[in-house]
């Protein structure tokens, strides 16, 4: 039975920067422990000190941060069930090791690096290349199943480097239910003596991930599936440390794929695949290179987020725009699938657009002029608001949004070209020519006045928009395409709309 009040951690080890992967499984943690109002646990599991990499801790915490899935309690945010930091929990896990010894299930080991290479190039030459330190082999080791207590306690007196294992049965099938994949079985047999605690006087992560999920009081175990493979060991560790009876329920996620199915997406994909697969931007410190993050790529938080949630889990619906909340509400374990999730990049960046297309227009032009700002370029807020609104249905990014309008700051420099050469002639020089001294006589200049101005002058020469329209776009913008050439005239303004015209009359052929 598991424990009452929902209780779920997340726990990276800090090896590097998170992995989108990592965040995923983060949030549905998040999600779980949200709608079941439950705690969210964040624990750092760093007792592999010869992979710890400065700054990840911190990497981790702001990436949790920018994407809104605040932990409740943890490293960085306090609670009462700490240290959250394995390596300040060293002290805790010996006991536990000690208690398995006296139980009989588990036992010291001295096998040196050397001894262990040997017996296993023995089995390889003998034909068998995955040897394993189990229970038929470990009778042919060093440890205190073969050696006398007497000899044991001298090795260890002596100071001898030994580690502990978990002594397996054999031939018996542990079995579990894990929330996604459903019954699980596997027999001692096709497993090993794992090393629970090692010579440098820290436990493993099999045993302090029993230990203090334990002593968390963790009621769901909810992590990626290559953890699967660990789980049965894990079971075995808590009913051997008699604590079956508070065991936390297992959900292992389906791996996230790369795009075209092959294979485990990892964090050596960086930005080789043409997309980042961090977070946030990452510098390595030791080697200096740079990793993207979708923050620095101009992603939404909750548009990377909604994308994530649905990587492996969907709500069984046609709705896909959820905010967190919504999410919390929709969110279920038992509808996350067991089959690997395919990571789709154009999705990511609908996403995005989607999160734009959502935004009201203060807000986007707010962000639009502080991203124009950045670039050198100030707006006022009545012409940010009035770009906004018209280039809105064209960008996925705010970046776009200054790209695409460039055109509005300064003047026309180029002329695009295949325009140039398609539409632009004799004919396109008379009608800008007309339509300039008839916007000229416009007193109000706005877009709903010019544009009957601009279809009166059609309709009285009988003429299609495709006979005017480019060659004035291309005089007006310099380009091909582009939003409501009435919009944009309003948005320049009298004055310098009738100057670009007359600079392209000028200018152009
Ligand atoms: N420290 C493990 C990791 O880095 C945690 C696995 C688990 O959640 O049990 O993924």
Not at 152 to 173: F, H, M, S, T
């Amino acid at each position: 039975m598991a424990a009452e009040k929902v209780r779920v951690r997340f726990a990276p080890s800090p090896t590097g920067p998170l992995h989108m992967g990592g965040v995923r499984t983060a949030l549905y943690n998040y999600l779980f422990a949200k709608q079941q109002g439950g705690d969210f646990i964040l624990r750092i599991e760093d007792t592999d000190q010869t992979r710890f990499v400065p700054g990840a801790e911190q990497y981790i915490i702001d990436s949790l941060k920018w994407c809104g899935i605040v932990p409740d309690e943890g490293q960085g945010f306090g609670g009462n069930y700490g240290p959250y930091r394995q390596s300040e929990r060293k002290e805790m896990y010996r006991q536990y090791a000690m208690q398995l010894i006296e139980n009989g299930h588990a036992y010291y080991a001295f096998d040196s690096a050397e001894d262990l290479d040997r017996v296993r190039q023995m089995a390889k030459d003998a034909g068998s290349p995955n040897w394993q330190y189990n229970h038929v082999t470990r009778n042919s080791m060093k440890n205190s199943l073969t050696l006398s207590s007497a000899e044991v306690q001298k090795r260890i007196d002596a100071g001898e480097p030994y580690v502990i294992r978990i002594k397996l049965n054999r031939n018996e099938e542990v079995k579990f239910e894990d929330i996604v994949r459903g019954w699980v079985s596997v027999n001692t047999n096709n497993m090993d003596d794992k090393v629970l605690f090692k010579s440098d006087g820290m436990p493993t992560y099999h045993l302090a991930n029993i230990v203090d999920d334990h002593l968390m009081e963790i009621s769901h175990v909810i992590r990626g599936e290559e953890w699967l493979p660990s789980a049965p060991l894990h079971v075995l560790l808590y009913r051997y440390l008699g604590w079956e009876d508070s065991m936390p329920q297992f959900a292992h996620l389906p791996l996230l794929l790369k795009p075209d199915g092959n294979g485990k997406l990892s964090k050596r994909d960086g930005d080789r695949l043409g997309f980042p697969v961090f977070p946030l931007e990452w510098h390595n410190p030791e080697s200096g290179e740079v990793f993207s993050g979708y923050r620095e790529n101009g992603y939404f938080a909750p548009a990377f987020v909604n994308m994530l949630a649905f990587l492996g889990w969907n709500p069984g619906t046609e709705q896909e725009i959820f905010s967190l909340s919504e999410l919390v509400e929709a969110f279920s374990l038992k509808k996350v699938n067991k089959a690997g999730a395919r990571y789709d990049h154009d999705k990511t960046r609908w996403f995005n657009q989607q999160y734009l297309r959502l935004l009201d227009d203060e807000t986007l032009a707010e962000l639009f002029t502080s991203y124009a700002s950045e670039q050198g370029q100030e707006i006022s807020v009545e012409k940010a608001l009035a770009i906004a609104s018209l280039m809105k249905e064209r960008a996925y990014f705010i970046k776009d949004l200054w790209e695409e309008s460039q055109f509005f700051f300064g003047g026309v420099e180029e002329y695009d070209e295949k325009t140039l050469r398609k539409k632009w002639n004799e004919e396109a020089r008379t009608h800008v020519a007309k339509l300039r001294s008839i916007f000229s006589n416009i007193e109000d200049f706005t877009s709903a006045n010019t544009e009957a101005a601009f279809k009166s002058y059609l309709s009285e020469n009988e003429l299609g928009f495709g006979k005017v329209g480019p060659g004035f776009r291309l005089a007006l913008t310099g380009k091909g395409m582009g939003p409501s050439l009435f919009d944009i005239c309003a948005i320049l303004g009298k004055e310098a709309s009738l100057k670009r015209l007359d600079q392209a009359l000028e200018k152009l052929p």
